[in-house]
């Protein structure tokens, strides 16, 4: 809690930025993330707090329209969209010239062209063993050949990766054009292209110059750059002088009226509209809820404990409404779910007892009262890892995931040996040893009362649950070295495909996205093939069985998809939450002469 209220001190110290008094004062858009970022070195990131900040600091190929519904992808730093080849396994890029990174002392004093042979660098970084990067296995799955080669000639020989070796999959033709050669086809290689937060250009001199470093030194084409860093509190951007010229365009949906409004309003403004971000970490929901009602953020994410107070019945507050504040409310490309390591001897393995026990408390989880008690109403039961608005997800689709049943959960206790052996009220193991499930959790006050819910689930069936606190970027540190038995988490689609939901349980992904460890050779044969089809029923039929089998051997407990409430101040112009990617900041304005003035 001390450091919260802190990061909610220095928020409001920052806020006088606004009240310049001359008469083109600094756009300063004001906002809060309720986690810690990581950092921000593309390679070496996979959560979401830190993709937001990368996807504004690095560009990627293309990225996703501002304002199309539910997505469309566009052009970026790329010239055109890609030349694809009949077969998927060979996409050509031409790349504009004249884009230039910001200035660095890394570059000595020189403008530094965007090349073909950044992206060569940037995707090759993925498979540098050293850096370990957490989406290493996703990048691995777009099968350009070679690169993989390079990767364990490193492993294999213990010497550093060497980025001089050209490779045939991914190659610069020309000073501005880029080739990938694939040794399947990729029908879907455009959204992996499209994520800047991740796949965008990195310029080789910065990482040598700041070596183990560079998390904290970004260094993009993008329209912003990193000015000021307070690990865990304080994250400050400011407009990139050297961005190139860019101008509001998008196509909204033909009856998107709300849409094309905000074409009207931005169509031919120069991008990005604000000159600065300051984004504050703060993890208890009531300092931030606080700090936007004081009128210190400017755009807020409405916490759980406070969504019937801003706004009741899915409407807006009279109070707020009054005040000219903003509503955005909509079911989130996300799915939350506990899992469970499949390598932990008490909860994971693959026989029918350890099975039994993963699926028992699954139905002894309400995830109903969840929704009504906790989330207030703010979200809708998750049957599969799919998440809304991904290719393949079926609103109607229900699997024995969303079943709440203390008594089929007592039974196959009961049948598979899960019982009271020592008479001291808690089921132990079938060999008679206690049976104590180890729950890593978060310290702050919404977390604890997820984990009190859940307690008393697994005490209604008997089952000892111990809780462990602590925090989130370090429990994600232990889940990737696969020391938490049981985490909760929520996971945001980066892309449209479904490929997105099932990577998290891919074999050769254990220890990156795949957090379970999950193995499992037809699962991960089905996934392979999904990869090479084109969306189509063969395709969809693929994806069916591979549901089944998530279901059938409970990896995942699947609970929610979270209904996100925004509220925006009333001096905050042209915001929409983006539906893939993270990318916004460059399409809002917020206008000083409305905003009022920090007493």
Same mark, same amino acid.
């Given at each position: 809690?001390?450091?919260?209220?802190?990061?909610?001190?220095?928020?409001?110290?920052? $806020?006088?930025?606004?009240?310049?008094?001359?008469?083109?004062?600094?756009?300063?858009?004001?906002?809060?993330?309720? $986690?810690?970022?990581?950092?921000?070195?593309?390679? *070496?990131?996979?959560?979401?707090?830190?993709? =937001?900040?990368?996807?504004?600091?690095?560009?990627?190929?293309?990225?996703?329209?501002?304002?199309?519904?539910?997505?469309?992808?566009?052009?970026?730093?790329?010239?055109?969209?890609?030349?694809?080849?009949?077969?998927?396994?060979?996409?050509?890029?031409?790349?504009?010239?004249?884009?230039?990174?910001?200035?660095?002392?890394?570059?000595?004093?020189?403008?530094?062209?965007?090349?073909?042979?950044?992206?060569?660098?940037?995707?090759?970084?993925?498979?540098?063993?050293?850096? &370990?990067?957490?989406?290493?296995?996703?990048?691995?799955?777009?099968?350009?050949?070679?690169?993989?080669?390079?990767?364990?000639?490193?492993?294999?020989?213990?010497?550093?990766?060497?980025?001089?070796?050209?490779?045939?999959?991914?190659?610069?033709?020309? %000073?501005?054009?880029?080739?990938?050669?694939?040794?399947?086809?990729?029908?879907?290689?455009?959204?992996?292209?499209?994520?800047?937060?991740?796949?965008?250009?990195?310029?080789?001199?910065?990482?040598?110059?700041?070596?183990?470093?560079?998390?904290?030194?970004?260094?993009?084409?993008?329209?912003?750059?990193?000015?000021?860093?307070?690990?865990?509190?304080?994250?400050?951007?400011?407009?990139?002088?050297?961005? %190139?010229?860019?101008?509001?365009?998008?196509?909204?949906?033909?009856?998107?009226?709300?849409?094309?409004?905000?074409?009207?309003?931005?169509?031919?403004? /120069?991008?990005?509209?604000?000159?600065?971000?300051?984004?504050? #970490?703060?993890?208890?929901?009531?300092?931030?809820?606080?700090?936007?009602?004081?009128?210190?953020?400017?755009?807020?994410?409405?916490?759980?404990?406070?969504?019937?107070?801003?706004?009741?019945?899915?409407?807006?507050?009279?109070?707020?409404?009054?005040?000219?504040?903003?509503?955005?409310? #909509?079911?989130?490309?996300?799915?939350?779910?506990?899992?469970?390591?499949?390598?932990?001897?008490?909860?994971?393995?693959?026989?029918?007892?350890?099975?039994?026990?993963?699926?028992?408390?699954?139905?002894?989880?309400?995830?109903?009262?969840?929704?009504?008690?906790? /989330?207030?109403? *703010?979200?809708?039961?998750?049957?599969?890892?799919?998440?809304?608005?991904?290719?393949?997800?079926?609103?109607?689709?229900?699997?024995? &995931?969303?079943?709440?049943?203390?008594? %089929?959960?007592?039974?196959?206790?009961?049948?598979?040996?899960?019982?009271?052996?020592?008479?001291?009220?808690?089921?132990?193991?079938?060999?008679?040893?206690?049976?104590?499930?180890?729950?890593?959790?978060?310290?702050?006050?919404?977390? /604890?009362?997820?984990?009190?819910?859940?307690?008393?689930?697994?005490?209604?069936?008997?089952?000892?649950? &111990?809780?462990?606190?602590?925090?989130?970027?370090?429990?994600?540190?232990?889940?990737?070295?696969?020391?938490?038995? #049981?985490?909760?988490?929520?996971?945001? $689609?980066?892309?449209?495909?479904?490929?997105?939901?099932?990577?998290?349980?891919?074999?050769?992904?254990?220890?990156?996205?795949?957090?379970?460890?999950?193995?499992?050779?037809?699962?991960?044969?089905?996934?392979?093939?999904?990869?090479?089809?084109?969306?189509?029923?063969?395709?969809?039929?693929?994806?069916?069985?591979?549901?089944?089998?998530?279901?059938?051997?409970?990896?995942?407990?699947?609970?929610?998809?979270?209904?996100?409430?925004?509220? =925006?101040?009333?001096?905050?112009?042209?915001?929409?939450?983006?539906?893939?990617?993270?990318?916004?900041? *460059?399409?809002?304005?917020?206008?000083?002469?409305?905003?009022?003035?920090?007493?």
């Amino acid at each position: 809690m001390r450091r919260c209220i802190a990061a909610l001190v220095a928020a409001m110290a920052l $806020a006088p930025t606004a009240r310049a008094a001359d008469d083109n004062p600094p756009r300063v858009f004001r906002y809060s993330f309720p $986690a810690a970022e990581t950092g921000f070195d593309p390679a *070496q990131i996979s959560d979401l707090y830190s993709r =937001t900040v990368t996807a504004h600091i690095f560009d990627g190929l293309y990225h996703y329209d501002p304002l199309a519904r539910p997505y469309r992808v566009r052009p970026n730093v790329a010239l055109g969209m890609p030349e694809v080849s009949a077969d998927f396994k060979v996409w050509t890029v031409r790349i504009k010239p004249g884009i230039y990174f910001a200035d660095d002392p890394a570059f000595g004093g020189k403008k530094r062209e965007l090349v073909a042979q950044d992206f060569v660098y940037s995707w090759k970084r993925f498979f540098d063993p050293a850096l &370990n990067s957490p989406v290493y296995s996703g990048f691995k799955e777009a099968g350009v050949i070679g690169v993989e080669a390079l990767r364990l000639r490193a492993i294999q020989g213990k010497t550093p990766f060497d980025y001089s070796i050209e490779v045939e999959g991914i190659r610069a033709l020309d %000073r501005y054009t880029l080739q990938f050669k694939l040794d399947s086809p990729r029908p879907r290689l455009i959204y992996t292209l499209a994520e800047g937060n991740l796949f965008g250009a990195v310029a080789r001199e910065v990482v040598e110059f700041y070596g183990d470093k560079v998390m904290a030194h970004p260094v993009g084409t993008g329209p912003f750059m990193l000015k000021q860093w307070r690990r865990s509190s304080l994250i400050v951007l400011v407009r990139n002088p050297a961005f %190139r010229e860019t101008y509001y365009d998008a196509e909204p949906n033909p009856d998107d009226a709300e849409g094309h409004a905000m074409l009207a309003r931005f169509k031919g403004r /120069r991008l990005p509209m604000l000159d600065r971000v300051e984004i504050s #970490i703060i993890e208890v929901s009531q300092p931030r809820w606080l700090a936007f009602l004081n009128e210190q953020f400017d755009l807020l994410t409405v916490p759980l404990e406070f969504a019937g107070v801003a706004a009741p019945k899915g409407k807006l507050a009279p109070n707020l409404a009054k005040r000219g504040v903003g509503l955005q409310r #909509i079911v989130n490309t996300d799915r939350t779910l506990y899992y469970f390591n499949m390598e932990d001897p008490l909860v994971g393995g693959y026989t029918p007892d350890k099975v039994a026990l993963r699926r028992a408390i699954s139905l002894a989880t309400d995830v109903s009262r969840e929704i009504n008690l906790l /989330r207030r109403g *703010q979200a809708v039961p998750a049957q599969t890892v799919l998440a809304p608005g991904t290719w393949g997800y079926d609103p109607n689709y229900k699997s024995e &995931n969303s079943d709440y049943s203390p008594a %089929r959960a007592k039974a196959l206790l009961d049948m598979y040996g899960y019982v009271d052996r020592d008479g001291d009220g808690w089921r132990d193991l079938p060999d008679g040893k206690p049976l104590i499930l180890q729950y890593a959790t978060q310290p702050d006050e919404l977390s /604890r009362q997820f984990d009190e819910l859940w307690k008393k689930n697994m005490d209604g069936v008997g089952l000892r649950l &111990n809780v462990i606190k602590g925090q989130w970027p370090e429990q994600l540190k232990m889940a990737r070295a696969g020391q938490l038995m #049981i985490w909760q988490l929520g996971y945001t $689609a980066a892309s449209p495909d479904a490929q997105d939901g099932l990577q998290t349980l891919y074999g050769p992904g254990a220890g990156g996205q795949n957090l379970p460890r999950f193995r499992h050779a037809r699962f991960d044969q089905i996934y392979e093939r999904m990869q090479a089809l084109p969306d189509g029923p063969e395709r969809l039929e693929l994806l069916h069985e591979a549901l089944k089998i998530v279901t059938a051997l409970a990896p995942h407990k699947y609970n929610v998809h979270r209904v996100i409430t925004d509220l =925006t101040q009333p001096w905050l112009l042209g915001y929409r939450r983006p539906t893939f990617g993270s990318q916004f900041w *460059q399409y809002v304005d917020v206008d000083p002469a409305h905003r009022p003035k920090v007493k």
